[in-house]
């Protein structure tokens, strides 16, 4: 999935400082969110979300594992962003 197909998520966790799980997201995280959303010229590139704590952010901001928990288990195969994002 494209950044530009999750911006609502990314602004969602930005605003509530929650993944889309229900876990917070620390603050180094939350200034990788907000990078992520202010960078337009990479919305094209993928985003990965994290395995562990269910946090989804642009690609190029975990090349060492995810900003939130650490984990190193990331995947880019976010298919059911639209049933989180929906509470589903």
Do not use: H
């Not at 509530?16 to 917070?24: H, Y």
């Not at 603050?27 to 990965?48: F, G, H, P, R």
Request: hydrophobic share 35%; glycine share 6%; net charge negative.
């Amino acid at each position: 999935m494209k950044i530009k197909d999750a911006i609502q998520v990314l602004r969602t966790e930005a605003v509530f400082g929650r993944t889309p799980s229900g876990r917070s997201i620390t603050d180094y995280a939350q200034n990788a969110i907000v990078a992520s959303l202010e960078d337009t010229k990479n919305y094209e590139m993928e985003c990965l979300s994290c395995k562990n704590c269910s946090l989804i952010m642009s690609g190029l901001l975990c090349p060492e594992g995810c900003p939130n928990c650490g984990s190193k288990d990331l995947t880019i195969e976010i298919n059911e962003i639209n049933e989180i994002a929906n509470g589903e």
